[in-house]
């Protein structure tokens, strides 16, 4: 299997599969003497992991991390970062029923026709369970990255939207409540909602916003490698993640060009940010904002029709702790590959110059 290994300079490889002993990755090209702080690394992680709220899967995993390499009295080495993070709240038990059938909007059935084979216990190395890799990579880039701030916070719940602008919100009401929204009003009405899709035994999708900011100029390339196209495969690599936009986004279609243009002012920042941070592939020091949309969760805990492995038409219904929304445990997710990104593209703009 191809495609386990993100980045070109900090590079992350992950490993493990959702029901499997352990999840786990390897980081290659963290520079040494980097002084980590291993508690920060932990809390993006509990904000990630499941059981956390009434309103996300109650899979019960302490989710600790486990470093194996890489590190010396604090700090990096600048060899390879093993970790591991080992499973300890399987129920295998709960997929057995889709052992021969595989669940409409799955990777099952593709996973199976692609390898001829497939773990069917909670999708394998095709579940959101990987993600939890990507978080502890994220937390240490974020670490690398002194100085730029990261924020991510979820926008938009089925039809109810936070009808504010990020430079309006406070980041620092975020973890003030299970949804991630820094609107507590908002984010009330998010939780009801989310409840209420629940107690149907449905599921209900919605959009995180990100928010970089600090950025220095000069970050990305201006052809194959732009910043905000290595952005978009970072969060299009995401589980569930079903569209990605900066800046003015699909809204700047309705502007005409004089209306859409970002004009100088004399100290080279920009009267408006519709460019999102990004001109031409490359960071120019204004703040990085971007979109990212999340379909609902596939599985669903009702009666549905699918086909099993001979092609025939069968009923079976969703078993099994899952999310009903995806989107309060997706934050960290998104600002670790945000990170991920920036910190790739921070240690190849060092090769730039002389």
């Known amino acids: ?93 709960d997929y057995s029923h889709i052992k021969d059938s595989y669940r409409p909007s799955h990777a099952d059935y593709v996973y199976d026709k692609k390898y001829g084979f497939r773990d069917y216990r909670g999708g394998g190395r095709s579940s959101a369970r990987e993600t939890a890799s990507r978080v502890v990579a994220g937390a240490i880039a974020k670490q690398l990255l002194s100085g730029v701030e990261i924020n991510a916070y979820v926008s938009q719940v089925g039809e109810i939207k936070l009808g504010k602008n990020y430079e309006e919100l406070d980041f620092s009401l975020i973890e003030s409540n299970p949804v991630r929204c820094p609107d507590p009003e908002t984010a009330g009405q998010m939780e009801d909602y989310i409840k209420k899709i629940k107690k149907e035994g449905d599921t209900i999708g919605g959009v995180i916003t990100g928010v970089i900011q600090n950025v220095p100029i000069g970050l990305g390339e201006p052809v194959f490698d732009k910043l905000h196209a290595k952005l978009g495969e970072s969060m299009l690599s995401i589980n569930a993640v079903k569209g990605f936009e900066y800046g003015s986004g699909f809204g700047g279609v309705l502007m005409k060009g004089s209306q859409h243009n970002d004009a100088f002012n004399p100290d080279g920042t920009t009267a408006t940010n519709r460019s999102g941070g990004v001109q031409g592939g490359i960071s120019n020091g204004m703040d990085i904002y971007f979109n990212v949309a999340f379909k609902p969760v596939a599985t669903v805990l009702q009666s549905y029709e699918t086909i099993n492995k001979e092609g025939e038409k069968v009923t079976t219904q969703g078993k099994g702790r899952h999310d009903p929304c995806v989107v309060p445990r997706a934050v960290p997710i998104v600002e670790a590959m945000a990170a991920l990104v920036l910190a790739d593209y921070h240690l190849l703009a060092r090769t730039n110059k002389i």
Request: glycine share 14%; aromatic share 8%; net charge positive.
């Open 1 to 93: 299997m191809a495609g386990n290994t993100f980045g070109r300079l900090f590079k992350l490889t992950t490993f493990g599969e959702s029901h499997g002993k352990a999840i786990g990755g390897i980081i290659d090209g963290c520079p040494a003497g980097l002084e980590l702080d291993l508690e920060k690394i932990q809390i993006e992680l509990d904000r990630r992991k499941p059981g956390q709220s009434a309103i996300v899967t109650q899979r019960k995993e302490p989710d600790t991390v486990e470093f194996f390499s890489g590190l010396f009295e604090g700090k990096t080495t600048g060899t390879p970062i093993g970790f591991a993070i080992f499973n300890t709240n399987q129920k295998s038990k």
